[in-house]
T-cell receptor, first 117, second 115 residues
Framework: NAGVTQTPKFQVLKTGQSMTLQCAQD?????MYWYRQDPGMGLRLIYYSASEGTTDKGEVPNGYNVSRLNKREFSLRLESAAPSQTSVYFC????????????????FGEGSRLTVL | GESVGLHLPTLSVQEGDNSIINCAYS??????FIWYKQESGKGPQFIID?????DKRQGQRVTVLLNKTVKHLSLQIAATQPGDSAVYFCAENRPPGAGSYQLTFGKGTKLSVIP
């Protein structure tokens, strides 16, 4: 199993450009997440999808949109990139169902490194 | 000058010694905690978890201790090896409401193992 796969791994954008980060998981997990990680910081939640067909804002959603395309795929879109969005982005998933017990590890992808000039 | 938050707390340990990494959490309603390990250039990897109805849990070479009175979590690594060198994050589940599951991560501690 590949686990959680993110593409692209690296991207350089100019201010104002748009792009979509793709994430797919092959573990039949229900919930998927997008985090960003900045130097010396922990991971901050951007958006999450507790189950197919639902999405919710996390801690830092401004400037981003998401789409839960199907159970496997959860994409993150930057409509007009800003230098403040330079970061490493991580997608994660868990089998946990919304409304179920709040336990279970998150499985992370390898990250997508985005630089906005 | 450099901003607070850009520098991770660092713990340097001699190979073979035990390591203790500490974490303070903020929400007394948090009911689930996880420790993650992140190696350079990789995504975080699960190490061990603990529910709030426990105060200790052991895994292979790792032990997590939870002190709810002072909202403190620690990760103990026995016989630290060079492969343990990484950044370690604690994460707490803060339930904003029934049915939601959101982990909030700490800023991390960098563990350096001296051969």
């Amino acid at each position: 199993n590949a686990g959680v796969t993110q593409t692209p791994k690296f991207q350089v954008l100019k201010t104002g450009q748009s792009m979509t980060l793709q994430c797919a998981q092959d573990m039949n997990h229900n919930s998927m997440y997008w985090y960003r990680q900045d130097p010396g910081m922990g991971l901050r939640l951007i958006y999450y999808s507790a189950s197919e067909g639902t999405t919710d804002k996390g801690e830092v959603p401004n400037g981003y949109n998401v789409s839960r395309l199907n159970k496997r795929e959860f994409s993150l879109r930057l409509e007009s990139a800003a230098p403040s969005q330079t970061s490493v982005y991580f997608c994660a998933s868990t089998e946990r169902l919304a409304g179920g017990p709040r336990t279970g590890e998150l499985f992370f992808g390898e990250g997508s490194r985005l630089t906005v000039l | 000058g450099e901003s607070v938050g850009l520098h991770l707390p660092t713990l340097s340990v001699q190979e073979g010694d035990n390591s203790i990494i500490n974490c303070a959490y903020s929400n007394s309603a948090s009911d689930y905690f996880i420790w993650y390990k992140q190696e350079s250039g990789k995504g975080p990897q699960f190490i061990i978890d603990i529910r709030s109805n426990m105060d200790k849990r052991q895994g292979q070479r790792v032990t997590v201790l939870l002190n709810k009175t002072v909202k403190h979590l620690s990760l103990q690594i026995a016989a630290t090896q060079p492969g343990d060198s990484a950044v370690y994050f604690c994460a707490e589940n803060r339930p904003p409401g029934a049915g939601s599951y959101q982990l909030t991560f700490g800023k991390g501690t960098k563990l350096s193992v001296i051969p």
